[in-house]
């Protein structure tokens, strides 16, 4: 906004003094300011208009068509204007089984338990991508910084994954992990136990493979951010660390992780809003598992929102989605990154 | 749901037939149909629009699809007045995106894929749909009981093309090879042959639980025996408070407990790859499948494609109907279908309902039947059914005590879903019979 009324007032002059030539009549400065006033929106509406319009029409519309379909009861094939209002029913479906008590034993074996389990799963691998590939992507980086041969040859090959397409990605595992496949022959000639119903399917270790898999997929990222933030750690520091006789970690543990901060933390926030909206790599290996052994939110809305055409439901789930990214998010800038926006400003 | 493996059949057959579509003679006046009455000549020229399901395979060949092309043609050919704009989309995004959105919307194509059941009720109810009832009495009459799962409520709402009921496809020589000399026709006698062939050290059943329907198929076909014909016909209003269902799933529990199915048939598929449910059979690495009449052409599409290559497939390859359970309430003969058909959107003009009384008449029915290798709904086209095993299923159809449509179908979307989604549990050790039944229960009550 600042940028645009800076802009704005700066043509005004060239603006008023055209005017002033083209016309007969010079104009008074109160209707010069006006022309200014009207010509800056004339450039928003310009400028900004076309990004704002496709912004409403396809975010904002349809998140607030979501909101509004969350409160009926819809099977998506009649009109909506025949749908039933229900008020907060299918929120109250997905959380606590309902208000009715005729249904509410039924609703929470098979939606309530459901959605919580798939919850679970979300907030399973926000905190395993925090305990596991944090300290995995940090060991990488700092290892891989500093000069060697092949350097950018080997970040090549770690942020491979991350480019690749998820549904070709996740065909790829899909392959590797087949009954038949290569997985399963290594792990009868090394002797490493498979999980008993299957490398996806297994109620207990499903999870366990899609989070290697999503590992396999993020952790390129996590490591390319960490390398372009310590590509901006002075190397005096470290020189003068060494000089003071500062071991090889000492300098990592007391310069550069704390000097990548702000890397860290802004990598800690996308990669738990990704966990949270995780969807299109779960959907690809089977949809979240047949009996929902690796179901996400994301995924969970799709079976009963879109394929069992419990629309007002789905969207009831996807709102619920929405509000925790929301929340989590808002959260998670008030209490972590405040500090290093301030830090920045202080800078500045 | 049970939809999605035709079009991998339709590809097989195309890539697997050369079949020209230049059979027909097309001497009959489709006008002169039950409509009756066209004197042609002074008509308004009417479009009809019409969306279907056949698509190009990978080999960029579409048996169907051209077939659709000529029978439209030549409707058109005997009234000028008409016009017909085809639009193939494939089967997925037709059925769940296109179709549903093109109705809300009130600007739907005039013909188009119908699959029958809960979801066609759904769309007749909320109006959409065209009441074919009187206009095409005669045809309802003469294609008989297939087209119960295209009614709703007494009426007609759209006609089946294709029908055919499911059963056991099995490979003849894996049956030698375990010493089981004919084709089981009790359930204990299945058992017998399941022992028998993992005696021999063959896989005896496959089964692609990871996409659902086909291990909820095992539980369909329980419920059918282990339930009355009223209380199967009566699933339309959702009462599944019947003990048969329960029974239903302790009888596939005991079943999945005699270890019949491949390894790992949680994480099988039923149609993509060697690794499938339709490849393990195809390639010989499994004795039997429970699957619908697609898989004739969809074993096929595992073959090298050559004439020898499918001759000695279908060679070795033989069918036979569900054995009966004993012990419940159903018909031990009574069979789980399906089929194909069109709907009338309810502005569309009159020669919609002309067109579809031609697709069902005899003669592109046969034509249907030799082109394209289909399962004609018509009477007077069986006898162009031309493979034995086809010709066995059809056969099976008409002498069952009834055949019902798949329960997923039927009961829509929403509770079909639930239905299979808590059969899986069985197959999974995660649930049991009450499972499934509280599943269907709870998505009943959202309805």
């Given at each position: ?108 074996s ?15 691998i ?5 305990a ?18 092949m350097?950018?040859g ?11 397409s ?46 290697f898999?999503v ?33 090889w ?41 047949t009996?929902?052994?690796?179901s ?53 | ?27 009959d ?40 092309q000529?029978v ?6 005997d ?15 037709l ?18 894929q ?6 066609m ?57 375990a ?28 089964v ?64 993509t ?21 697609w ?23 033989d ?24 709907s ?9 309902a ?28 069986a ?18 005590a ?9 009961l ?36």
């Amino acid at each position: 906004m600042t940028a645009l009324e800076a802009s704005g007032s700066g043509e005004g002059p060239v603006a008023a003094a055209k005017a002033a030539g083209a016309g007969p009549k010079p104009l008074s400065p109160y209707s010069s300011h006006r022309r200014d006033t009207a010509r800056k929106w004339i450039e928003i509406l310009v400028f900004v208009g076309p990004a704002v319009a496709l912004f409403l029409t396809f975010v904002i519309y349809p998140v607030a068509s979501a909101a509004r379909f969350s409160l009926y009861k819809w099977n998506g094939i009649k009109q909506f204007s025949e749908a039933e209002f229900i008020g907060f029913e299918n929120y109250a479906r997905a959380l606590w089984g309902g208000n009715d008590p005729a249904t509410k034993d039924a609703f929470m074996s098979s939606y309530t338990e459901p959605f919580w389990t798939a919850v679970g799963h979300n907030m399973l691998i926000v905190v395993l991508s925090m305990a596991i590939q944090l300290p995995l992507a940090l060991l990488v980086a700092l290892t891989l910084n500093r000069k060697f041969p092949m350097r950018n040859g080997v970040r090549l090959i770690i942020f491979a994954p991350y480019v690749l397409s998820e549904v070709i990605a996740g065909i790829m595992w899909l392959i590797i992990f087949d009954p038949n496949g290569i997985a399963t022959q290594l792990s009868e000639a090394t002797g490493f136990p498979k999980p008993a119903g299957g490398w996806f399917e297994d109620t207990t270790w499903g999870i366990w493979t899609v989070f290697f898999i999503v590992t396999w997929k993020y952790l390129g990222l996590a490591i390319i951010l960490f390398l372009a933030g310590l590509s901006g750690v002075p190397q005096e520091l470290q020189e003068a660390a060494s000089i003071d006789g500062a071991s090889w970690w000492q300098v990592q543990r007391r310069i550069n992780i704390p000097l990548i901060g702000p890397t860290i933390r802004i990598w800690a926030f996308l990669s738990i809003i990704g966990s949270i909206q995780l969807f299109d790599m779960v959907w690809v290996l089977n949809r979240g598992g047949t009996v929902g052994q690796y179901s996400t939110i994301a995924t969970f809305m799709m079976q009963v929102g879109y394929f069992r055409k419990d629309v007002g439901f789905g969207s009831a789930v996807a709102v619920i989605m929405f509000a925790l990214s929301f929340v989590v998010a808002i959260a998670y800038m008030l209490l972590i990154l405040r500090k290093d926006n301030s830090d920045n400003k202080v800078e500045a | 749901m049970a939809h999605m493996r035709r079009m991998a059949a339709f590809a097989a057959l195309a890539a697997s037939s050369a079949l020209v579509l230049a059979a027909c003679t097309g001497t009959d006046d489709p006008t002169t149909g039950p409509s009756g009455g066209n004197t042609g000549g002074e008509k308004e020229p009417v479009t009809i629009t019409w969306w279907h399901n056949a698509v190009a395979g990978d080999s960029g060949e579409n048996t169907l699809g051209d077939f659709w092309q000529k029978v439209a043609d030549d409707f058109t050919a005997d009234n000028p007045h008409v016009t017909i704009q085809i639009e193939q989309i494939q089967n997925e995004d037709l059925q769940r995106t296109r179709i549903p959105t093109a109705l809300q919307s009130g600007d739907a194509p005039d013909m188009f894929q119908q699959w029958g059941g809960g979801e066609m009720a759904a769309q007749a109810e909320a109006g959409y749909l065209m009441d074919v009832s009187d206009i095409l009495a005669d045809d309802i009459a003469r294609l008989g009981g297939s087209v119960g799962p295209w009614q709703a409520d007494g009426k007609t709402y759209g006609l089946p093309f294709q029908f055919a009921v499911e059963g056991i496809w099995y490979r003849k020589s894996l049956f030698e090879k375990a010493g089981i000399t004919s084709e089981p026709t009790t359930f204990d006698e299945l058992n017998a042959a399941v022992q028998k062939l993992k005696d021999a050290g063959i896989t005896p059943i496959a089964v692609g639980a990871s996409d659902k329907w086909p291990a909820a198929h095992w539980w369909y076909n329980f419920a059918l025996q282990a339930c009355s014909q009223d209380v199967i016909k009566n699933l339309g209003s959702f009462d599944f408070s019947d003990p048969c269902f329960i029974k239903a799933g302790e009888d596939l529990q005991k079943f999945i407990d005699t270890k019949p199915f491949q390894n790992d048939y949680m994480s099988t598929v039923a149609q993509t790859g060697a690794t499938s449910s339709a490849g393990l059979v195809a390639n010989g690495n499994a004795a039997m499948e429970l699957m619908g009449q697609w898989n004739f052409f969809v074993y096929q599409g595992f073959t090298d494609g050559s004439d020898e290559g499918i001759a000695a497939l279908l060679d070795d390859l033989d069918w036979f109907p569900v054995p009966g359970v004993g012990g419940g309430q159903g018909d031990p003969t009574a069979a789980l279908g399906g089929g194909d058909g069109f709907s009338c959107y309810v502005d569309a003009p009159v020669e919609c309902a002309e067109f579809l009384a031609y697709i069902v008449s005899d003669e592109v029915q046969s034509e249907f039947a030799e082109v394209v290798g289909g399962m004609p709904v018509a009477p007077g086209a069986a006898s162009s059914v031309a493979h034995p095993i086809n010709q066995e299923i059809a056969a099976a159809a008409s002498s069952a005590a009834y055949v019902q449509l798949w329960l997923d179908t039927d009961l829509g979307p929403n509770v079909g879903g639930a239905l299979n989604d808590g059969i899986v549990t069985i197959f999974a050790g995660t649930g049991g019979p009450q499972a499934v039944v509280d599943a269907v229960v709870a998505a009943a009550a959202t309805e």
